[in-house]
């Protein structure tokens, strides 16, 4: 499902990460681990497509990816129902009902998103996977502002979308309760770019 | 790109959404020129149509820098990044719908305006038609500006120096329109100009958008 060779990401046009490499398969969950800076959020949006790779290659079927980052794209003068039935067209898809079920949004979703706390907000930018249809998750910090009992629903939602084929490369500092690897990205830092002798750059 | 176009729609005339910000200010700076330049209805005849196309042009570049900064701050332009929508149309359908909260809006509004500036009767057709075929391209090329600007902190102000040399064109050839009409001359040369300039952006500029806008998303 996805296929990653001798990945290089670079953020700003530095080296973050390098010589990166792993294979998911249907059903497969992958955790990124490593300090804050460490990359995982630049390593996340190089699989997204949002920037291309230094070097090496993702490979991936053709949109099957959804990306989940740290703002969730709400309009807060939109109601949660509106929110979730536009990014549903966004993907082709109608139906939302099982979307605001999954993240027990059904009560608020005649509610402004603006009005909403932050730990419900998550739970709306999260209810948006559901509504992709997308196989393939990428999900950095998914649980930030969530309580102890929507970390064990998302836990719950991110395992049924597991057992359905799905896959999912998740940053995280938590424990999910998922029988998923671990990739530590800290063994992977680039090493910093040695300017070559001579080259001033005060010059120019 | 019905839902989007939709929900920016929807997004305009919400609260904070800004629909009708462009139509007030173009009503208030119409309305301070007689003050300005006295009550003279010659005077005044002479020089509306110029006022009236700064007006509409000064009203839409107003608006420009909403049209992507807050997608961009919400994060909600990373996400139709990796949405099954390509982003010319992304950019084409903003275009349109600040086309339709704000140069529709003018495009109706201007023969009153008119008015209020004595503009003699032959222009008021001429004036219509020319900001009904002059103001997409103000939209499209503020499109342009904005994905250019989008992810600058106070970006307004760089968005406006950029935009404005760009609109030239548009306001040279629109004007003209306006007084050739407004005097009873021809107005072929210029109208098929403008309509030129419009097609031409529409055409070619949302490709731009999309590429700037994707080296502004890494």
């Keep these: ?204 | 790109m019905i839902a989007l176009l939709g929900r920016d729609l929807a997004l305009a005339v919400r609260a904070g959404g800004g629909f009708g910000l462009g139509l007030a200010f173009f009503l208030i700076v119409t309305v301070l020129v007689p003050f300005g330049v006295g009550p003279e209805p010659r005077l005044l005849a002479s020089i509306a149509p110029g006022i009236l196309w700064l007006g509409a042009l000064l009203a839409c570049l107003l608006s420009l820098d909403r049209i992507l900064a807050l997608d961009w701050e919400d994060g909600t332009l990373d996400l139709m990044a990796t949405a099954p929508l390509p982003m010319e149309a992304l950019v084409s359908v903003k275009a349109l719908a600040h086309w339709l909260t704000t140069g529709l809006p003018l495009v109706l509004a201007a023969p009153a305006m008119g008015v209020l500036l004595s503009l003699p009767a032959p222009g008021y057709l001429w004036l219509t038609l020319g900001l009904a075929l002059g103001t997409p391209a103000l939209s499209v090329i503020g499109t342009f500006g904005a994905a250019l600007t989008v992810g600058l902190k106070r970006g307004g102000l760089l968005l406006s120096l950029l935009v404005l040399p760009l609109y030239v064109p548009t306001l040279i050839f629109g004007a003209e329109v306006a007084r050739r009409g407004a005097v009873g001359l021809d107005v072929a040369t210029p109208l098929a100009m403008l309509a030129g300039i419009t097609c031409g952006t529409i055409a070619l500029l949302p490709f731009a958008s999309a590429a700037v806008l994707k080296v502004n998303l890494r």
């Design chain 1, 1 to 204: 499902m996805l296929r990653v060779e001798d990945l290089c990401v670079a953020r700003g046009g530095v080296p973050v990460l390098e010589g990166l490499g792993f294979s998911l398969a249907p059903g497969e969950a992958l955790v990124l681990r490593g300090p804050n800076g460490s990359g995982k959020t630049t390593l996340l949006r190089t699989l997204a497509g949002l920037q291309p790779p230094g070097s090496g290659r993702v490979e991936m079927a053709p949109d099957s990816a959804a990306y989940a980052g740290h703002a969730d794209g709400l309009k807060a003068t939109l109601t949660v129902a509106e929110n979730l039935t536009f990014w549903a067209r966004i993907f082709g898809r109608r139906d939302i009902a099982a979307a605001l079920e999954g993240f027990e949004l059904e009560p608020l979703a005649d509610r402004p998103a603006g009005a909403l706390s932050a730990g419900q907000k998550r739970r709306l930018g999260l209810a948006r996977l559901l509504v992709t249809g997308r196989r393939l998750w990428l999900l950095d910090e998914p649980t930030v502002s969530l309580d102890t009992g929507h970390v064990a629903t998302f836990a719950r939602t991110l395992r049924a979308h597991l057992a359905a084929g799905g896959a999912a490369v998740i940053a995280t500092h938590i424990e999910l309760g998922l029988e998923a690897r671990v990739l530590d990205v800290a063994p992977y830092k680039a090493r910093p770019v040695e300017e070559p002798e001579g080259y001033a750059e005060s010059f120019l």
